[in-house]
């Protein structure tokens, strides 16, 4: 919830400065869609963060992967994008990457593990609306609505379960709501000027940063499975970096 305060106030000084851009940002052209996807992330966040407490950032972020797959498959069902074959054995790379990382655990077999497989589902839902709204709306507009829609939606949840927040809680509070607006930006301008389908073999980066910081910071461990299949994860997206560079390189 202070994230989105946060999040909401930023969007809002920022677009204040620039007055010649106020009307164009408040004026959506799918406001009920710039809605739902606001909504749509303040839940996947809050599904997430609950993940991080039973199952931690390793595995979390391991079962977190396979939303490409399902953005994959809506992006062709809604968005009707070409997709080559190549691309699919970039996501098969990471498909295998994601099976490894996934081996016989007793955490596997945990009722847990819906809850990421479902904040998986929602963050797929919520980047095919973004890539739709891209078609009709500026990047600056989604920001806006997803923050102002966010911070609504999160604040009738959060004061539910109010609780004092410690001194010494403050400044990681500070430093999370900083790369939460960066990172959310970066995400929806990426969109903006990239396939969706193309971009999404990159997501499975994170498992890397949550790796490293799930070890060195919350004593999680990782198996000798976890890194091959984190090898094949990151072939993915160096695939994907390939193509994209060579296509550049050929129409130019």
């Known amino acids: 919830m202070i994230r989105y305060w946060f999040f909401a106030f930023f969007v809002i000084i ?8 106020q009307k164009k940002i408040i004026k959506t052209k799918k406001p009920i869609i710039q809605i739902l996807r606001g909504i749509l ?4 966040v809050s599904i997430t963060v609950f993940a991080f407490t039973k199952l931690g950032l390793i595995q979390t972020h391991s079962v977190l992967a396979i939303y490409p797959i399902i953005i994959l498959i809506l992006s062709r069902v809604f968005l009707n994008e070409s997709i080559t074959w190549v691309y699919y054995i970039a996501i098969l790379f990471g498909i295998l990457g994601v099976l490894l990382i996934l081996t016989p655990d007793k955490t596997i077999f945990s009722y847990y593990l819906g809850f990421p497989i479902c904040s998986a589902t929602v963050i797929a839902l919520y980047g095919i609306l973004t890539k739709y709204v891209s078609n009709h709306d500026s990047a600056e507009i989604s920001l806006f609505w997803t923050a102002i829609s966010g911070a609504i939606f999160i604040t009738g949840v959060g004061l ?15 430093v999370l709501c900083l790369i939460s607006v960066f990172g959310h930006y970066c995400f929806i301008k990426a969109i903006d000027l990239k396939k969706i389908s193309v971009l999404q073999p990159l997501a499975y980066l994170q498992f890397f940063f ?7 910071f919350f004593n999680e461990q990782i198996k000798a499975f976890t890194i091959f299949g984190g090898l094949l994860i990151l072939l993915s997206s160096l695939i994907v970096f390939y193509l994209e560079n060579d296509l550049k390189h050929n129409q130019n």
């Not at 539910?160 to 500070?174: A, H, N, R, T």
């Open 14 to 21: 920022l677009f204040l400065k620039h007055r010649r851009f």
């Open 41 to 44: 992330l303040a839940i996947e």
């Open 160 to 174: 539910l379960s109010w609780k004092p927040i410690g001194m010494v809680d403050l400044p990681f509070i500070i």
């Open 210 to 216: 949550a790796s490293i910081i799930g070890i060195n």
